[in-house]
C-alpha cells in the first residue's frame, strides 16, 4: 500500500507539472504527427505491403515519440536538484520508478490515441474494424518501452550528454519489444487476428512482467549510480 | 538524534575530499561547519544526508547505518539549501503538501498555512514557487523542515540570499529545533553570525578536521584555529 500511495503521490505532481508545462505532450504529439506526414511522402501503403509496412512504420513513430518523452522524464527533478530532494526523503525507489513509468506511458497514451487514428487517414486504410487490436498491442509494446525506459532514463540522467546517450542505450535493449510488437501487428494486418504471432504476445507480455518487476526491485541500485 | 562518524572518507578520482574524520554529536547541539572553499563542508553534509557514498568509513545515526533501504531513517534527515529542492511550478502550498505526504504526514491546511505565516508568506500560498524570489525561496524551505521535523537537520550556506528578518527567522528556527533534542548542523562563510548561535564549531581544511570543540567564552583555541585555517574569514 505504501508503495501504492507514494507512487500516486509522484504521480500525481508530475500530471499537475506537465499540465501546467505542456511541453514535454506538445513536443511529442508535433513529433509524432510530423514523423506520419513523412511516412505518408516517404511510402506508397497500397493495400497488399499494408501487413508489410504499416506496423514498422507506426510502431517507429510510437518509439521515436515515446523516446522525446523519456529525454524529459527527469527534467522536474534536474531543475533546483529536486532529484536530491526525492532521494532524501523516505519515497521508496521502486514507487519513484512506477511513477515514471505511469507517466510516460500516460503521454505516450495520449500521443497514441491521436496518431493511430491519424495513421489509418493519412494511409487511407479502410481496416478500421483492426484499430482496438492494433491499439492494444501498441499498449502492449508501449508498456515494456515505458518500464525499459524509465530504468535508462535514470541510469543517464547524470550523463553528460544523455539525450544523445539514451536511445543509443535503449534501443539495442528493446530489440525483444520492438520484434515482438512489430510480429504482432504484422499478423493483424495481415490476419485480422493473432493467429501465428501468439508466441510473440506472450514473449510481449512476459518482458512487460519481468521488467516491470525488475524495474520496481533495483530501481534502489539505479538512483546510486 | 545521534550523530558518529568513524574513519569516514570520501575520494573523487586521486583527489580525497575528505578523509578520515572522526565525529561523535550528540542531540541538541548546534554546530558550526567552518572552512574555506573546498575544505569538504558541503561534501561531508551529502555523506552524511546520504546523498554521496563514502569512500572508506561509516556514518551512524542513533547506533543505526543510515541504510539507502531504511525509508524511516531517511525520513529523520534533513538537508536545507536555499531556493532548492522546490519545484518551481507547483504552487507553495502544493510543494508543502507534496514533501508532507512524501514524508508520511499529514498536517492539515490549519498546519501549513501557520508554517508559512511564521515565514511571512501566507499572500504567495497559492502562487507558483517559480515566482518568489530566492529569499522568499529561502524562507520556504524554513517553513518545510520547520513542518517536516528532521532529527537531524543538515544546512549548507543558508544565509545567502536571506534579508535581515529572514536571517532572524531562521536563526530562531535553528535555536527551537536544537531545544527540542535535534542536531543541527550548518556550514557557513558567516563565521561570526554562526559563532553567535553554536554550541560547538568544527572546522575543516584540505578535507581534515582541523578543530572540534564545544562553545566556550572566551575560546582562545578557536581564536588560534581560526588565524591558522581561517585566516580570511569575517569573524
Not at chain 1, 490476419?191 to 507480455?205: H, K, M, N, Q, S
Request: with cysteine; charged share 15%.
Amino acid at each position: 500500500m505504501k508503495l501504492l500511495r507514494e507512487t500516486y503521490l509522484v504521480l500525481r505532481k508530475d500530471l499537475v507539472l506537465q499540465v501546467r508545462r505542456r511541453d514535454s505532450l506538445l513536443t511529442m504529439f508535433f513529433f509524432g504527427t510530423l514523423l506520419l506526414f513523412v511516412f505518408h511522402f516517404s511510402f506508397d501503403l497500397v493495400p497488399d505491403r499494408v501487413s508489410e509496412l504499416a506496423p514498422g512504420l507506426l510502431w517507429l513513430a510510437f518509439l521515436f515519440t515515446g523516446t522525446l518523452g523519456l529525454a524529459q522524464l527527469f527534467g522536474a527533478e534536474r531543475e533546483n536538484q529536486c532529484l536530491d530532494a526525492l532521494l532524501l526523503s523516505p519515497l521508496d525507489r521502486g514507487a519513484l520508478f512506477l511513477a515514471k513509468a505511469c507517466l510516460n506511458f500516460t503521454l505516450m497514451l495520449l500521443v497514441e490515441l491521436v496518431i493511430t487514428p491519424l495513421f489509418w487517414i493519412l494511409f487511407n486504410l479502410q481496416t478500421w474494424n483492426l484499430v482496438p487490436q492494433v491499439f492494444f498491442i501498441a499498449l502492449l509494446g508501449t508498456v515494456g518501452f515505458c518500464v525499459l525506459g524509465t530504468v535508462m532514463s535514470a541510469l543517464t540522467l547524470r550523463a553528460r550528454a544523455r539525450e544523445l546517450l539514451l536511445p543509443l542505450v535503449l534501443f539495442p535493449l528493446m530489440i525483444p519489444v520492438i520484434l515482438a510488437t512489430i510480429q504482432c501487428l504484422a499478423a493483424v494486418f495481415r490476419a485480422g487476428e493473432i493467429g501465428d504471432a501468439l508466441p510473440w504476445l506472450r514473449l510481449l507480455i512476459g518482458f512487460d512482467v519481468i521488467f516491470l518487476t525488475l524495474g520496481v526491485l533495483v530501481f534502489d541500485w539505479v538512483m546510486e549510480v | 538524534m545521534r550523530l558518529t562518524v568513524q574513519k569516514l572518507s570520501k575520494a573523487y578520482g586521486f583527489f580525497w575530499a575528505l578523509k578520515d574524520l572522526n565525529l561523535e554529536l550528540p542531540p541538541g547541539e548546534l554546530v558550526a561547519l567552518l572552512g574555506p572553499n573546498g575544505a569538504g563542508k558541503t561534501t561531508l553534509l551529502r555523506l552524511i544526508a546520504g546523498l554521496t557514498p563514502p569512500s572508506l568509513g561509516t556514518i551512524e545515526l542513533d547506533s543505526l547505518p543510515p541504510s539507502r533501504a531504511n525509508g524511516s531513517a531517511r525520513a529523520q534527515i534533513g538537508l536545507f539549501t536555499p531556493a532548492a529542492h522546490l519545484y518551481e511550478d507547483l504552487t507553495v502550498r502544493e510543494n508543502l503538501e507534496f514533501f508532507t505526504s512524501l514524508y508520511g504526514q499529514n498536517p492539515g491546511a490549519g498546519n501549513i498555512d501557520a508554517a508559512l505565516a511564521t515565514v511571512d508568506l501566507s499572500a504567495r500560498a497559492d502562487g507558483l514557487v517559480s515566482t518568489l524570489s530566492s529569499g522568499m525561496k529561502c524562507r520556504l524551505s524554513i517553513a518545510k523542515w520547520n513542518l517536516l521535523k528532521p532529527g537531524l537537520l543538515l544546512l549548507d550556506e543558508p544565509y545567502g540570499v536571506l534579508d535581515g528578518s529572514g536571517v532572524d527567522l531562521l536563526e530562531e528556527f535553528l535555536k527551537a529545533h536544537c531545544r527540542k533534542g535535534n542536531l543541527v548542523i550548518l556550514a557557513s562563510h558567516h563565521v561570526s553570525r554562526v559563532l553567535k548561535i553554536c554550541s560547538r564549531a568544527i572546522i575543516l581544511h584540505r578535507g581534515r578536521m582541523t578543530f572540534n570543540a564545544p562553545r566556550q567564552q572566551p575560546w582562545p583555541d578557536f581564536d588560534k584555529a581560526f588565524q591558522e585555517f581561517l585566516p580570511h574569514g569575517d569573524s
